[in-house]
Structures are given as structure tokens and as C-alpha cells.
């Protein structure tokens, strides 16, 4: 073993170790909390069912009631509300839920990254994506990772670049892929951001569009057709355009929500709308030649900015080998 793997695994050891032990300090006396309380505790706080927690556990009720007690008695805090036809938690319950994910959740990251330091198993890269940069920037990066490391599991992910956050810092994502800049994703103590290069955002539609050979093109020739545009525009991008996306305006052409641009693709084809778009998704071999990009005299300048957000104290191999591809 490398000393570069050896010293890998022994902060992993160490990591393991001081998330293992979960103390609490009792009348001067230190008491082990077992993962498997937490396990079933967890299990039992999503099902609110003591019945159907000790199925999906695959262990007797009585087993789990008692379970449930220890956990409460080491913790010296009430964690359930036990009614007779229902089951919810106390404000401790939902605090030890919340951390139960979260040292669970680490823990199973950390022995995979153990096992595939040790060549036992695949590596696992777990990317949550923005639909602007997993439609564009992502692919051909994917490709050439998995190209150079066959031996990782990847999972991709596309949604609202807020729930994937969530997702991050509860252990659920390696890291997130978003377009906004870094220093709007917040949370600074507990991520940190990479700014990848932006693009230009442009307007385009198809080649045989009346406004592509318009002279003198400006924003008010854009208003008479209908329009496609992102479903979460940047704060204030809306602004720079008056109310040209607003769906009110008196001379109101159309307007085209979207989370991904390859299904607008059509739209444009088959109609005379005009797209807003970050210019990098034209570059496909689908768009090239079949959309025309379209620069009115008054357009405002505005560029789509994309950032890569890990946590602070991630771990995985597989992540920091996949950022290099990325910047």
C-alpha cells in the first residue's frame, strides 16, 4: 500500500472511529450509543409504526420496543409520543432523527471509500446537477471520467439546485454541479465552491425564422412571438428585460417555462418561438446548423455562471478525481 493510501486510511479509521462512539455524559459515567439504536430508531421515526419498523428490520417488536427504550434511556430525553392509534415524535425525537441521518449517512460513505482503498469494491460518485449543466457541461465530462475510472458507480441526479443542497449536506450527494455563481450558494460553513467558467447567455430559433435576417433587430420584434425561457432565472435576469417574460403584458405572444432546453428543441423547430438559452447548449451536434442564434441591438449583457459545491470535509476519492475533470 502507497503511503499516499495508507494515510487515507487511517484518517478514514480514525473519521470511523470518533463517529462510532457516540457518547453521553450520565451522572459522570460514559454510555456507548450502538448504531443499530439508531438504526431502528430511525427506521421506526419514518414508519411511526412499531409494527412495520420491525418488518422492515426484520426483527421481533418486542426486540424493537426495547431498543427504542435504551435509546431514550441513554439519551435521558423522551423521543416518541405514543398514542393509541398513532405515533409522532417529540422535539428530541426530530433532533436525534436529524443527526441519526447524518452519522448513518457517513458512516456507509466511509466504508465504501475503505473498501475501494482497499480494491474490495467499486468506488461510488453520487453528482447532483442543475437541468442547465447536466444538459450541456456534464456529458462529455462524464464520459471521459468513467473512461479513465471504470471501477467507480455513478449516479446523476437533475433538480432544483436548493433540495440537491439539502441532499449534500445531509451526506446523500458526493457534490452538486449548479449554475449559479459560488457566492450565492450560501451555507459557507459547511461547503465550499468551485466557479467554472460561464457562457454567454443568448436568444436563438429555428434557421428559417423571419427575425434572423431581420436588420436592426432589437428586443420589441422579439415580443410578437412566443417564448421559451428557464424556469429559474438568476435574480433580477427577468428585470434586465422589462416585462418581456411577464405573461400580463398587453401584447402577450406566448410564454414557455422549461427546466431543460433538449425538449425546446422541438418546440422551436415546429413553431416561431424563440428560446432563451446559455449559448454552450447550441453547441450540440443536434442544435448546430437547425437553430440560429439571434442578437437583438438592445440586448442586455448576461452570462450564465456555473460552480461546482462540495462539503467542506468530504471525503471521497472518487469526488476529488471527478472535480479535477471538471476545472
Keep these: ?26 451522572g459522570g459515567w460514559r454510555v456507548v450509543i450502538e448504531f443499530r439504536h439508531l438504526r431502528n430508531f430511525r427506521v421506526l421515526a419514518k414508519e ?10 426484520n426483527l421481533a417488536q418486542p426486540s424493537l420496543t426495547r431498543s427504542i427504550q435504551r435509546l431514550e434511556s441513554l439519551l435521558g430525553a423522551e423521543l416518541l409520543i405514543r398514542g393509541q392509534q398513532s405515533m409522532s415524535l417529540t422535539p428530541s425525537g426530530e433532533l436525534v432523527l436529524s443527526h441519526s441521518d447524518h452519522i448513518l449517512q457517513s458512516v456507509d460513505n ?5 473498501q475501494y482503498l482497499q480494491g474490495k469494491s467499486s468506488g461510488y460518485l453520487a453528482i447532483g446537477a442543475s437541468p442547465v449543466p447536466a444538459n450541456t457541461i456534464l456529458g462529455p465530462v462524464m464520459g471521459q471520467f468513467i473512461e479513465q475510472y471504470p471501477d467507480v458507480h455513478v449516479e446523476l441526479e437533475v433538480g432544483p439546485w436548493q433540495q440537491q443542497l439539502d441532499k449534500l449536506l445531509k451526506g446523500q450527494l458526493s457534490l452538486i454541479v449548479t449554475d449559479i455563481p459560488g457566492d450565492a450558494v450560501g451555507n459557507e460553513a459547511a461547503v465550499q465552491c468551485f466557479n467554472l467558467p460561464s457562457f454567454d447567455a443568448v436568444f436563438c430559433t429555428k434557421n428559417t425564422h423571419p427575425l434572423v435576417s431581420r436588420p436592426g433587430l432589437t428586443l420589441a420584434d422579439i415580443r410578437r412571438y412566443p417564448l421559451a425561457i428557464p424556469r429559474n432565472l438568476p435574480t433580477g435576469v427577468a428585470e434586465l428585460f422589462g416585462d418581456l417574460f411577464l405573461p400580463f403584458r398587453k401584447d402577450f405572444a406566448g410564454l414557455l417555462h422549461y427546466d431543460a432546453f433538449p425538449p425546446i428543441k422541438g418546440a422551436l423547430m415546429y413553431s416561431p418561438m424563440v428560446a432563451l438559452t446559455p449559448q454552450i447548449a447550441l453547441l450540440e451536434e443536434g442544435a448546430r446548423g437547425a437553430l440560429q442564434v439571434i442578437t437583438p441591438l438592445d440586448m442586455p449583457e448576461l452570462n ?14 472518487a469526488a476529488s478525481r471527478f472535480l479535477r475533470f471538471l476545472l
Design 110 to 114: 466511509l466504508r465504501i471509500e475503505l
Design 304 to 317: 450564465v455562471c456555473f460552480s461546482v459545491v462540495m462539503l467542506r470535509k468530504q471525503t471521497s476519492i
Design 1 to 26: 500500500m502507497t503511503g499516499y493510501k495508507l494515510s487515507r486510511v487511517l484518517t478514514c479509521c480514525w473519521f470511523l472511529f470518533s463517529v462510532c462512539c457516540a457518547y453521553v455524559v450520565a
Design 48 to 57: 411511526r409504526n412499531y409494527q412495520k419498523a420491525a418488518q422492515r428490520l
